[in-house]
């Protein structure tokens, strides 16, 4: 008959080894389940992100519109530019003004310098019509005056700044505005402004939009 000290050991052996026994099996079974998952996949593959373009030319050949000299009361020319935008992307065309500046002769008459615009000045006596139509060539009254007023007045209210006029080309490459540009001296234009000069830049800028 076994003794009662060896039967207690043998228990304790037991309790050991149900252990690293117990944790071997758990492994072997958490491995069995892991290997035998199912795996299928999906793929969309061939993405990619391209940046669209925004291209705006004209047609003045880096001439300016206007070279008037020698003006007078009653002294009026018109002149026409064909815009084209040639971007891919959604846009907006403002045309503004930019660099406004009048110049009157210095004392000595030798040159020109830069005066106040805060008064009546030339530019004040230069009244300008801009008009649009779409396509290379203008058509009259196809898109209507989109400004009138003096030279001063666009410089101000048409800056980059301010609020351009602008028309929408929606991402059509090649789409085409011509712009015509009337001014006339004022009649009534005063003595004081003799010998002034005014510089001003008409700039097309296309703007993507989404």
Same mark, same amino acid.
């Given at each position: 008959?076994?003794?009662?000290s060896?039967?207690?050991?043998?228990?304790?052996?037991?309790?050991?080894?149900?252990?690293?026994? %117990?944790?071997?099996?758990?492994?072997?079974?958490?491995?069995?389940?892991?290997?035998?998952?199912f795996?299928?996949?999906?793929?969309?593959?061939?993405?990619?992100?391209?940046?669209?373009?925004?291209?705006?030319?004209?047609?003045?050949?880096?001439?300016?519109?206007?070279?008037?000299?020698?003006? =007078?009361? #009653?002294?009026?020319?018109?002149?026409?530019?064909? =815009?084209?935008?040639?971007?891919?992307?959604?846009?907006?065309?403002?045309?503004? #003004?930019? %660099?406004?500046?009048?110049?009157? /002769?210095?004392?000595? %008459?030798?040159?020109?310098e830069? =005066?106040?615009?805060?008064?009546?000045?030339?530019?004040?006596?230069?009244?300008i019509?801009?008009? %649009?139509?779409? #396509? #290379?060539?203008?058509?009259?009254?196809?898109?209507?005056?989109l400004?009138?007023?003096?030279?001063?007045?666009?410089?101000?209210?048409?800056?980059?700044?301010?609020? /351009?006029?602008?028309?929408?080309?929606a991402?059509?490459?090649?789409?085409?505005?011509? @712009?015509? @540009?009337?001014?006339?001296?004022?009649?009534?234009?005063?003595?004081?402004?003799?010998?002034?000069?005014?510089?001003?830049?008409?700039?097309?800028?296309?703007?993507?939009?989404?």
């Open positions: 008959m076994a003794s009662t060896s039967t207690s050991r043998s228990a304790r052996y037991a309790r050991w080894l149900a252990v690293p026994v %117990g944790l071997v099996v758990s492994a072997v079974l958490i491995w069995q389940a892991s290997y035998a998952a795996i299928d996949t999906t793929e969309n593959a061939g993405n990619s992100w391209t940046a669209g373009s925004v291209t705006i030319t004209d047609n003045d050949e880096g001439a300016a519109m206007f070279t008037a000299a020698n003006l =007078v009361p #009653g002294s009026d020319e018109s002149q026409e530019i064909t =815009v084209t935008y040639e971007g891919t992307a959604n846009a907006k065309v403002k045309v503004y #003004g930019a %660099g406004f500046q009048v110049l009157a /002769p210095t004392a000595d %008459g030798q040159s020109l830069p =005066v106040s615009t805060t008064g009546t000045t030339l530019a004040d006596n230069i009244e019509t801009i008009e %649009g139509s779409e #396509g #290379g060539t203008f058509v009259a009254g196809s898109s209507g005056e400004f009138t007023g003096t030279l001063a007045e666009f410089a101000t209210s048409h800056a980059k700044a301010n609020t /351009p006029m602008h028309y929408d080309v991402g059509e490459s090649n789409r085409q505005g011509t @712009f015509r @540009f009337t001014y006339r001296v004022k009649d009534d234009a005063p003595s004081s402004v003799q010998g002034q000069q005014v510089r001003l830049d008409f700039v097309a800028e296309a703007t993507s939009t989404r």
